[in-house]
């Protein structure tokens, strides 16, 4: 195991519903990178989101992630005890005039081609309700993954002002993911390839926060079909925390890694897998599709 205690690591599902065999993946993905590097693993759930939220579902995903031997360091953070520092930090943005109004449809935005185009933010006389969007000056199309390698994305999309907080009142993610994995210290962020896409704006919103950027790192996503990740829209079931073991193995084996024994408690089979945790041998791919 390497010795560095500097590193900081994060898992941070929502509360739509139970953990599947793909949330698994990333939550034992991100687990055994932080403890092979002798790091911290931190849990945050991402409450920001009240119409796809299901009751009791964080409780859950705590007790499937105690199940599946996967301790966490420090308390769980909550997006919904953090409004108050979102809406700090878009007033803040809004009034050195690098964030603005916008009220621009989504039709409107196919018209223009499919990227928005900045034209709210070029009125003469600005809006004072909307859409909030982000001036975007530095328009971040490349970064390098430490499993993927070089990841380019559409210039057009890395180039635009994109929301921070929607017409409904709600906050993006891009905002409360970002201003979390900030306040959390958070050195490298292990997630889902679903997510390689977003990674850029949010590399473009640490430069205008003028906050170091932690380092990524994607791994494959669990599909049913192509194109088709497992996911609670989709009703993948639930995983099983009355016998996590095989669950375990078949994860490991997803990310080629080796078996552990089953004979053994769950922390055993846990701390055995993050000593033989190998990065190398996870598949460089985007998505796996899985056996039915």
């Known amino acids: 195991m390497v010795n560095t205690t500097s590193y900081i690591g994060r898992f941070a599902p929502s509360p739509s519903g139970p953990l599947h065999f793909g949330s698994l993946i990333a939550a034992l993905g991100s687990y055994l990178r932080a403890r092979s590097m002798g790091g911290k693993w931190l849990v945050r759930i991402e409450d920001i989101d009240p119409p796809r939220e299901i009751a009791g579902a964080s409780s859950a995903i705590l007790n499937t992630l105690e199940a599946y031997g ?33 009220q621009c449809t989504r039709k409107q935005i196919q018209a223009m081609g499919g990227s928005y185009d900045g034209r709210c933010g070029q009125l003469p006389q600005a809006l004072t309700q909307g859409a909030i969007r982000v001036r975007n000056p530095y328009a971040v199309a490349h970064f390098v993954d430490q499993h993927m390698g070089q990841v380019s994305v559409d210039e057009a999309f890395a180039a635009e002002d994109f929301i921070i907080k929607r017409s409904d009142g709600l906050y993006a993610y891009q905002l409360a993911v970002v201003l979390d994995d900030i306040h959390q210290n958070i050195t490298e962020v292990v997630r889902g390839c679903d997510l390689l896409e977003p990674t850029c704006r949010q590399e473009s919103l640490y430069q205008i926060l003028q906050s170091p950027v932690p380092k990524w790192l994607h791994l494959p996503l669990a599909c049913a079909e192509k194109g088709r990740k497992l996911s609670k829209q989709n009703h993948a079931p639930a995983i099983d ?26 922390s055993t089979m846990i701390a055995q897998a993050v000593e033989q945790f190998d990065l190398a041998l996870v598949p460089k791919q985007s998505e796996i599709l899985l056996d039915t």
């Open 70 to 102: 996967l301790e966490w360091d420090e308390e769980v953070l909550y997006q919904s005890q953090r409004l108050d520092i979102y809406q700090a930090r878009i007033e803040q943005l809004l009034q050195d005039n690098q964030a603005y109004y916008c």
């Open 241 to 266: 925390n009355l016998h996590p073991q095989a669950s375990i193995n078949a994860a490991l084996a997803f990310l080629g890694q080796s078996p552990v024994t089953t004979e053994s408690q769950v």
